[in-house]
């Protein structure tokens, strides 16, 4: 995480070229090819020398076509929040997670431009520490709704009106910020409340899932249940909320 930081800092700003995957709208960097090549490299790298083969090894990356779930799997988003890198807007990260056999395990997100580092191991705890901040550990805590800062990722106005327009009278702000892999370390830092996403893809997801988990929050799909990963085919979307266990129905009735 620590070396793709380098590389997106390094270009922030200053590389401009992109181009479009499946529309104008989604779009991939140069500084994404390079930061994910960057991660994949030191984690193949790594597992090689600790012994293992890499026929145990596999991944799932956001630029790369043909994705490989094995007994110990790497999730890398080489840049979350590439429209706001490619636009100058200084909220993006890369986000690493680490499954083995299909249950998420750890998860490290890197805020490059304040040095800001999430990490979190299953049963061990979340933290953060920064240029801004020291180490500490993260605990997500339930508020009253009227304190809440909640977050939206819509694919138009017309679904982001018909999900938010009762929770927008009972909360004090909404926010489209464009990484969904921050928000989730924000809400784990009891910054954020809830989250409220049309259509993420497991790489966004999986090492802010562990981070947040292990500060004491979750993510659910829109049917209330745990949200549970596709492994079998890594291209599915997903639409789901995130918050404190005890503010899963408020923020279900709020949104429905």
């Given at each position: 995480?620590?070396k793709?930081?380098?590389?997106i800092?390094?270009?922030f700003?200053?590389?401009?070229?992109?181009?479009?995957?499946?529309?104008f709208?989604?779009?991939?960097?140069?500084?994404?090819?390079?930061?994910?090549?960057?991660?994949?490299?030191?984690?193949?790298?790594?597992?090689?020398?600790?012994?293992?083969k890499?026929?145990?090894?596999?991944?799932?990356?956001?630029?790369?076509?043909?994705?490989?779930?094995?007994t110990h799997?790497f999730?890398?988003?080489?840049?979350?929040?590439?429209?706001?890198?490619?636009?100058?807007?200084?909220?993006?990260?890369?986000?690493?997670?680490?499954?083995?056999?299909?249950?998420?395990?750890?998860?490290?997100?890197?805020?490059?431009?304040?040095?800001?580092?999430?990490?979190?191991q299953k049963d061990?705890?979340?933290?953060?520490?920064?240029?801004?901040?020291?180490?500490?550990?993260?605990?997500?805590t339930?508020?009253?709704?009227?304190?809440?800062?909640?977050?939206?990722?819509?694919?138009?106005?017309k679904?982001?009106?018909?999900?938010?327009?009762?929770?927008?009278?009972?909360?004090?702000?909404i926010?489209i910020?464009?990484?969904?892999?921050?928000?989730?370390?924000?809400m784990a830092?009891?910054?954020?409340?809830?989250?409220?996403?049309?259509?993420?893809?497991?790489?966004?997801?999986?090492a802010?899932r562990?981070?947040?988990?292990?500060?004491?929050?979750?993510?659910?799909d829109?049917?209330?249940?745990?949200?549970?990963?596709d492994?079998?085919?890594t291209?599915?979307?997903?639409?789901?909320?995130?918050?404190?266990?005890?503010?899963?129905?408020?923020?279900?009735?709020?949104?429905?």
């Amino acid at each position: 995480a620590l070396k793709s930081g380098k590389i997106i800092k390094k270009n922030f700003r200053v590389v401009g070229g992109f181009k479009s995957k499946t529309s104008f709208k989604d779009i991939v960097t140069t500084t994404d090819t390079a930061s994910q090549k960057a991660a994949h490299l030191i984690l193949k790298q790594g597992m090689r020398k600790l012994g293992f083969k890499d026929s145990e090894v596999g991944f799932v990356e956001e630029e790369s076509l043909i994705n490989k779930v094995r007994t110990h799997s790497f999730i890398i988003d080489p840049v979350d929040g590439t429209s706001n890198f490619a636009s100058g807007i200084p909220y993006f990260c890369i986000s690493i997670a680490y499954a083995r056999n299909g249950v998420l395990q750890a998860g490290v997100i890197l805020e490059p431009l304040t040095n800001t580092l999430y990490w979190a191991q299953k049963d061990k705890g979340a933290y953060m520490q920064s240029d801004l901040f020291k180490k500490k550990r993260l605990k997500l805590t339930p508020k009253p709704i009227n304190s809440w800062m909640v977050v939206g990722s819509f694919p138009d106005v017309k679904s982001f009106n018909q999900r938010l327009e009762k929770l927008s009278l009972q909360v004090r702000g909404i926010r489209i910020l464009g990484a969904i892999a921050l928000d989730l370390c924000l809400m784990a830092d009891n910054v954020l409340d809830g989250i409220v996403s049309h259509g993420c893809y497991v790489w966004d997801l999986t090492a802010g899932r562990v981070i947040l988990n292990e500060a004491e929050g979750e993510i659910f799909d829109f049917k209330g249940k745990k949200l549970e990963f596709d492994w079998k085919n890594t291209k599915t979307r997903y639409k789901f909320i995130a918050c404190h266990p005890e503010n899963k129905k408020k923020l279900l009735n709020l949104i429905s």
